[in-house]
């Protein structure tokens, strides 16, 4: 048995998580009755990842900015800048994705007991209360908007401290890190439960009426991902970007497909960065930073489903409308997290530019929530593996001007 779990630890996690899909799958179409015992195994992961990852990134951050020493330069106004341009090359993409291929919805209920926000200033109303969120709450509520100010925060304040205090935090740090890669280990059994789960208790009838306007949406994140980010990408380290593109894709955007959350992923997306050999003292910060502003896939889907909702309506869209489109999508992308529903329910507020109704728009919500096992966790994968594509490139490109000095 010892010498089987040695063997099996040595096989690389994506093929090990593959496995976990097909036998989540066969389980799912032989023995669809036994989702409590099965999907428990995906809850298990996706929760423990959860629990874990709010207070690695405190420490991560914290220890990371404490030892930080002056002349030391990161790369983090460049990776916030990457951010900033790819989500808001994300809400073009969808914007003329959807006038190429304009969708028509059969529209539904089902999304009458959600709120979404009246405004964009609620929606960064939210934020900033995030950002002052007592520390505490943020860490049982995983608002890592509050975590990352309160990290901040303590590193700064500790940077005076004794080395024996920052040999500490750094003891943290690490010892938390290794749990995490015990959870991680445990993908495979994790993911096979959360694809039982979503075969056996959705199936995926429910899609094929809305075939056409997944089409337009998983079709606009994919030529995100492997067309506009690469070219971000090339333009900033003027070299082959895919070998990077893909590596990202590959370990961090199928583990954020699975668990469907950017929180849960940071983990998964820590370890990638430290196998790219990447300046610790700016993923520990650009990486829980990008899970929570970096939303391409946010902003895909915003633009998208607004527009499905105003081709529907034979509602004509002039050319300044579209641009405030894009740009409210990238906005509002950013700030999705500090709301409760995330980038769905900003839909009616973008719907709001074009003076569709809220009772409209929330029915377009719930169109959102019936696609949701697909678009939710394409969105969550392309959003996930940027933050890392991203964090790599800034390096990347720094160290290419460096040597070119």
Not at 180 to 208: E, Q, R, Y
Not at 316 to 340: C, P
């Given at each position: 048995?010892?010498?089987?779990?040695?063997?099996?630890?040595?096989?690389?996690?994506?093929?090990?998580?593959l496995?976990?899909i097909?036998?989540?799958?066969?389980?799912?179409?032989?023995?669809p009755?036994?989702?409590?015992?099965?999907?428990?195994?995906?809850?298990?992961?996706?929760?423990?990842?959860?629990?874990?990852?709010?207070?690695?990134?405190?420490?991560?951050?914290?220890?990371?900015?404490?030892?930080h020493k002056?002349?030391?330069?990161?790369?983090?106004?460049?990776?916030i800048?990457?951010?900033?341009?790819?989500?808001?090359?994300?809400?073009l993409?969808?914007?003329?994705?959807s006038?190429?291929?304009?969708v028509?919805l059969?529209?539904?209920?089902?999304?009458?007991?959600?709120?979404?926000?009246?405004?964009?200033?609620?929606?960064?109303?939210?934020?900033?209360?995030?950002?002052?969120?007592?520390?505490?709450?943020?860490l049982?509520?995983a608002?890592?908007?509050?975590?990352?100010?309160?990290?901040?925060?303590?590193?700064?304040?500790?940077?005076?401290?004794?080395?024996?205090?920052?040999?500490?935090?750094?003891?943290?740090?690490?010892?938390?890190?290794?749990?995490?890669?015990?959870?991680?280990?445990?993908?495979?059994?994790?993911?096979?439960?959360?694809?039982?789960?979503?075969?056996?208790t959705?199936?995926?009838?429910?899609?094929?009426?809305?075939?056409?306007l997944?089409?337009?949406?998983?079709?606009?994140?994919?030529?995100?991902?492997?067309?506009?980010?690469?070219?971000?990408?090339?333009?900033?380290?003027?070299?082959?970007?895919?070998?990077?593109?893909?590596?990202?894709?590959?370990?961090s955007?199928?583990?954020?497909?699975?668990?469907?959350?950017?929180?849960?992923?940071?983990?998964?997306?820590?370890?990638?960065?430290?196998?790219?050999?990447?300046?610790?003292?700016?993923?520990?910060?650009?990486?829980?930073?990008?899970?929570?502003?970096?939303m391409?896939?946010?902003?895909?889907?915003?633009?998208?489903?607004?527009?499905?909702?105003?081709?529907?309506?034979?509602?004509?869209?002039?050319?300044?409308?579209?641009?405030?489109?894009?740009?409210?999508?990238?906005?509002?992308?950013a700030?999705?997290?500090?709301?409760?529903?995330?980038?769905?329910l900003?839909?009616?507020?973008?719907?709001?530019?074009?003076?569709?109704?809220?009772?409209?728009?929330?029915?377009?919500?719930?169109?959102?929530?019936?696609?949701?096992?697909?678009?939710?966790?394409?969105?969550?994968?392309?959003?996930?593996?940027?933050?890392v594509?991203y964090?790599?490139?800034?390096?990347?490109?720094?160290?290419?001007?460096?040597?070119?000095?």
């Amino acid at each position: 048995m010892k010498n089987l779990l040695n063997k099996w630890s040595h096989v690389s996690l994506v093929k090990r998580i593959l496995i976990g899909i097909m036998i989540g799958t066969i389980f799912a179409l032989t023995i669809p009755n036994a989702v409590s015992w099965i999907s428990i195994f995906g809850e298990l992961f996706v929760g423990a990842l959860k629990a874990a990852a709010p207070i690695l990134v405190l420490f991560l951050v914290m220890h990371a900015i404490s030892k930080h020493k002056q002349g030391h330069k990161t790369n983090m106004k460049s990776v916030i800048a990457l951010y900033a341009v790819g989500t808001f090359l994300a809400g073009l993409t969808g914007v003329i994705a959807s006038f190429l291929f304009p969708v028509n919805l059969s529209l539904t209920t089902g999304a009458d007991n959600l709120t979404p926000p009246s405004g964009i200033l609620e929606v960064l109303e939210t934020v900033l209360f995030n950002i002052v969120d007592n520390p505490i709450n943020a860490l049982i509520n995983a608002n890592y908007i509050g975590i990352l100010v309160w990290a901040v925060l303590f590193g700064i304040a500790l940077k005076g401290a004794s080395e024996s205090t920052k040999n500490m935090l750094e003891s943290f740090s690490n010892a938390i890190s290794t749990i995490v890669k015990w959870v991680i280990n445990l993908a495979p059994l994790g993911i096979m439960g959360l694809v039982f789960n979503a075969i056996a208790t959705n199936g995926l009838s429910a899609l094929l009426d809305y075939g056409k306007l997944l089409l337009v949406l998983l079709g606009s994140m994919i030529f995100v991902a492997l067309i506009v980010n690469p070219i971000v990408v090339f333009l900033s380290i003027r070299q082959n970007p895919y070998p990077l593109v893909l590596t990202c894709l590959k370990e961090s955007g199928i583990t954020a497909f699975f668990t469907r959350s950017s929180a849960a992923n940071i983990p998964v997306n820590m370890e990638l960065c430290k196998k790219l050999d990447l300046d610790k003292n700016t993923y520990s910060v650009s990486i829980p930073l990008g899970a929570t502003i970096n939303m391409a896939g946010a902003a895909v889907t915003i633009s998208v489903l607004t527009l499905a909702a105003v081709h529907t309506l034979n509602i004509e869209v002039d050319m300044i409308t579209a641009v405030l489109l894009i740009v409210l999508s990238a906005v509002s992308a950013a700030g999705a997290s500090g709301v409760a529903g995330g980038s769905l329910l900003l839909i009616p507020l973008a719907c709001s530019l074009f003076g569709i109704s809220n009772d409209i728009a929330m029915q377009v919500v719930a169109v959102g929530f019936i696609i949701g096992v697909l678009q939710d966790s394409c969105e969550t994968a392309l959003n996930s593996s940027t933050d890392v594509l991203y964090t790599a490139t800034a390096e990347y490109a720094k160290n290419r001007r460096d040597e070119a000095k």
